[in-house]
């Protein structure tokens, strides 16, 4: 089945503790990115990737690190993370190259304490 | 600044009935426009897009209509199902950015009554 898929599913953490949220695809795609939907603000991107070792930041970056060493993978890094990062994250992948509809995951809730 | 607008946080329709939900954008290089539709706990969804070549697309139940004179989209269900029920997401995209760079508007939450 294709799918993007993201662990956790739910995290609570305390501030500074850093963390990681992993992001696989099985589509061969090539874009991938991270986005945080926060009520009243929608859907904001963080950063994409249009391949492998290729990154760049989104609408909102600040706080947060990607990494794209497989073309599957897209882990979102949060080194210190704080309470304003309590959020609800999606990681969404496509064809790219003109091909504009994404597949998002089924998101993951984080609570920074 | 907010680029795409969804002007209506919440949607009321009976089902049977059409739902219309709207969408504003500001960026006039924005040439490609996508709804998505979410339900709780799960990820948003592709359901239907337009490029600024055409002013309407049509997919079964749901039409997009895309007003570029007004830098206005619409997308009609009709008839509306409880099943529905969920919030659309307006995006939007400049030309040649594919989907590097997708702008979303705050959502509609359409709330289909049987």
């Known amino acids: 089945e294709a799918q993007v898929t993201q662990n956790p599913r739910y995290l609570i953490t305390v501030t500074g503790k850093k963390l990681t949220v992993t992001c696989s695809q099985n589509m061969n795609h090539e874009y991938m990115s991270w986005y945080r939907q926060d009520p009243g603000l929608g859907l904001r991107q963080i950063y994409y990737?249009?391949?492998?070792?290729?990154?760049d930041k989104g609408d909102v970056p600040e706080g947060y690190k990607v990494s794209r060493k497989e073309k599957r993978n897209f882990p979102l890094i949060l080194e210190s993370p704080s309470p304003n990062q309590t959020s609800l994250y999606f990681c969404?992948?496509?064809f790219g190259q003109g091909r504009y509809e994404q597949y998002f995951g089924p998101g993951t809730r984080l609570t920074v304490t | 600044d907010q680029q795409v607008k969804q002007n209506s946080p919440s949607l009321s329709v009976q089902e049977g009935r059409i739902s219309i939900l709207n969408c504003d954008y500001t960026?006039?290089?924005?040439?490609?426009f996508l709804w998505y539709k979410k339900y709780p706990a799960e990820g948003p969804t592709f359901l239907i897009s337009i490029s600024s070549i055409k002013d309407k697309n049509e997919d079964g139940r749901f039409t997009v209509f895309l007003n570029k004179s007004a830098k206005h989209l619409s997308l009609h269900i009709v008839p509306s199902q409880p099943g529905d029920s969920a919030v659309y997401f307006c995006a939007a995209s400049p030309w040649g950015a594919g989907s590097y760079q997708l702008t979303f508007g705050k959502g509609t939450k359409l709330s289909v009554i049987p």
């Open positions: 960026n006039s290089m924005f040439d490609y």
């Open positions: 990737s249009m391949n492998v070792e290729v990154t």
């Open positions: 969404a992948s496509s």
